[in-house]
């Protein structure tokens, strides 16, 4: 069967268009087939993108190999999250979509579900060995299409106060079990002091954590979607983060808050999980803490386990609307494999990069500024980039985000059932798919 056919049974419903639900925004796109012919001569292409600096980075390209194969990069900046899937799919709707896209791993399934992004296989297919298998899964949906290149990834590591490990007598956990243990002896040692928080504000930490633990939120049987995001993996990490929170084993207050960045700057909270660009945000929430913090390996469910979540990320997509998709795609590869490219995304934009070669080079040479004290950061980073877990995104992650917010929110604050909180996500989400015309396997 065609990839253009399997997609269009894989990621829609029998009905020739499907609306996908984005914020209070309902779409419904139909996507041409038409791969269309790249012209000769000079090609010009817009890139919608909310990166810092990419215009930094997209000026190398139009010097240098842009220029000798005549082809030019415009940027235009956008904003992110869902606001952009928003504006590309109702820029799509009207046959106006830009010819490349900025696009966070888990938005992909929605846009390939409206056929706004291109399978770009036979233009990228090589450059599936630059990076870890778990992050160009990503791209791939599943299937043999491609349909971005990787950019930037969050492998999910463990930051702790080193300083404070030391006075309270605590050892790095190595384990789920033992960061519970560690947990509750901080508290019987320091009762005003938490080793961390459960946040429900930011619903891709606890994706991440479910990734780790093996779920699958979102997989396909033959032309439907199952949704699991209920399942035992995704009930073992809801109901363990529950019990802590319910014995005040833990703080479950949100992050990024004033009070959260007071708790890390003055040792109130002496623990952080979360992603590689952590150092960024320490920065900024936790200055008088600068060199105290070490990074380590994430604990895992059983000694035996070596395998990381991602908490964000995103790639670099080619639209269907593009007349010119061969060399958006030529591009687009160059902007996520290119050390040169690399180096300046890195300098100009602060990302940690997809490409596996470019995690140890450059600007990864030496540690973060905030990290000092920790020479080989990056080495470990790279790492444990390597363990993460494959994902398994849908069309509808947006209505399962919001979900989490509301349903773990309320769990987190009144310390009840997070278990029960999962359910309403998963009851939310398949509510969602269905009223949005998809087949549902139940």
């Known amino acids: 069967m065609p990839i253009t056919k399997r997609r269009r049974l894989v990621f829609r419903s029998a009905a020739t268009c499907v609306a996908v639900a984005l914020g209070a925004t309902a779409l419904a796109a139909c996507g041409s087939e038409d791969a269309g012919e790249d012209p000769s001569g000079p090609v010009s292409l817009t890139y919608w993108t909310w990166t810092p600096g990419m215009d930094k980075v997209v000026d190398l390209w139009n010097k240098g190999p842009g220029k000798k194969d005549q082809i030019t990069v415009t ?3 956008q904003a992110s999250g869902d606001t952009l899937v928003t504006k590309i799919l109702t820029a799509h709707k009207a046959g106006k979509a830009p010819d490349l896209v900025q696009a966070e791993y ?7 579900s409206n056929d706004a992004v291109a399978d770009i296989a036979s233009e990228v297919g090589d450059a599936k060995d630059k990076f870890a298998e778990g992050v160009w899964q990503q791209t791939t949906l599943g299937t043999d299409a491609v349909y971005a290149v ?5 492998p999910m590591m463990f930051y702790y106060r080193q300083d404070l490990f030391k006075k309270y007598g605590l050892k790095v956990p190595a384990t789920w079990d033992e960061f519970a243990e560690t947990a509750r002896a901080l508290k019987k040692k320091s009762p005003d002091t938490d080793l961390t928080t459960f946040s429900a504000n930011d619903s891709g930490l606890f994706a991440g954590l479910a990734q780790q633990a093996g779920a699958k939120w979102w997989t396909t049987s033959g032309d439907k979607w199952k949704v699991g995001i209920d399942d ?14 319910k014995e005040g084993a833990i703080d479950n207050q949100p992050m990024y808050t004033p009070a959260w960045n007071k708790a890390l700057n003055t040792g109130k909270q002496i623990a952080w999980v979360s992603a590689v660009w952590a150092p960024g945000t320490l920065t900024t929430a936790a200055p008088d803490t600068k060199g105290k913090w070490a990074m380590a390996p994430l604990p895992q469910w059983s000694q035996s386990e070596d395998v990381t979540g991602s908490w964000g990320g995103s790639s670099t997509a080619v639209t269907t609307d593009s007349k010119n998709k061969a060399a958006a795609a030529k591009f687009a590869a160059w902007l996520n494999t290119d050390g040169d490219a690399l180096n300046a995304l890195a300098k100009e934009s ?5 490409s596996t ?13 905030y990290f000092s004290n920790q020479p080989d950061f990056y080495t470990k980073a790279a790492e444990i980039a390597e363990t993460t877990a494959p994902s398994a995104w849908g069309p509808n992650v ?17 310390k009840s059932d997070f278990v029960a909180a999962l359910k309403t996500m998963q009851d939310d989400t398949v509510a969602d798919l269905k009223k949005q015309g998809f087949g549902v396997s139940e």
Do not use: E, H, M, R
């Open 75 to 77: 940027v235009k900046k």
């Open 106 to 112: 888990q938005a992909l399934p929605t846009l390939v």
């Open 150 to 154: 990787p950019q930037d990834i969050g």
């Open 232 to 245: 035992a993996a995704s009930q073992k990490v809801a109901g363990f983060w529950g019990d802590l929170v």
């Open 350 to 354: 602060g990302i940690y990069p997809a």
């Open 357 to 369: 070669s470019a995690q140890l080079s450059g600007a990864f040479t030496t540690p973060p500024d």
């Open 398 to 414: 947006n209505v399962a985000y919001t979900t989490f917010k509301d349903a773990f929110g309320s769990a987190a604050k009144n």
